[in-house]
């Protein structure tokens, strides 16, 4: 019989009244199956509020400007010569290198164990201080256990006539256009490119 199920199992709890005319207040503590559907309303509520701070953990930029991870703002002022030592920017762990094909950030890690390899004037060339890799002015491979060049940053460089350029899918160096003036340069850490293979 459902009534006399329903009242084994609800347990009504009396609160004492001091006022011997105020009617008792009976509160029904809820049932077992009430109890699992709360259970039940909280997780879905948790598990939708972790799927929604998840979304905007992805919607929203993790990294300001400036630092690692995030887009670094290069002074054009600051742009080696053609052919000078490539500008190294230690916040964001590349450096700038401004080659006979253009401009390029180059990430400051060797491709084989993760170590930093120096820009070094007297050979024209990076060398790792690890295991000897040596890359040219725009990061390709020269020799040593690298497996590949180093890799890039994509980048973005706007002219004071208001247009742009932007690496490509190769992380190639940026031409500059002849009569063209550097506004600004932008090199987004968070966007690697895959340095080009060996050979
Ligand atoms: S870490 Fe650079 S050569 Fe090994």
Redesign the pocket.
């Given at each position: 019989m459902a009534t006399t199920t329903q009242a084994v199992e609800r347990a009504s709890v009396a609160r004492p009244s001091t006022d011997t005319n105020e009617p008792t207040v009976r509160m029904d503590a809820p049932t077992r199956r009430e109890f699992m559907y709360y259970i039940w309303g909280a997780s879905i509520a948790l598990l939708l509020g972790q799927a929604g701070a998840g979304l905007l953990w992805f919607v929203f930029p993790r990294f300001r400007e400036g630092e690692f991870g995030g887009v670094f703002p290069f002074n054009p002022a600051d742009l080696p010569p053609v052919g000078a030592a490539p500008e190294w920017v230690a916040a964001g762990r590349f450096h700038v290198s401004n080659t006979e094909n253009g401009i390029l950030a180059l990430y400051g890690v060797?491709?084989?164990?993760?170590?930093l390899?120096k820009w070094v004037a007297s050979n024209v060339r990076f060398e790792?201080?690890?295991?000897?890799?040596k890359f040219t002015r725009d990061g390709s491979y020269i020799e040593?256990?690298?497996p590949r060049g180093l890799d890039r940053f994509s980048s973005t460089i706007i002219f004071t006539d208001g247009t742009s350029a932007v690496t490509d899918d190769t992380g190639d160096p940026i031409p500059i256009p002849e009569g063209k003036t550097i506004a600004e340069i932008r090199v987004n850490t968070g966007s690697k490119i895959t340095g080009p293979a060996n050979g």
């Open positions: 060797c491709t084989h164990l993760g170590c390899p790792c201080p690890c295991h000897g890799s040593g256990p690298a």
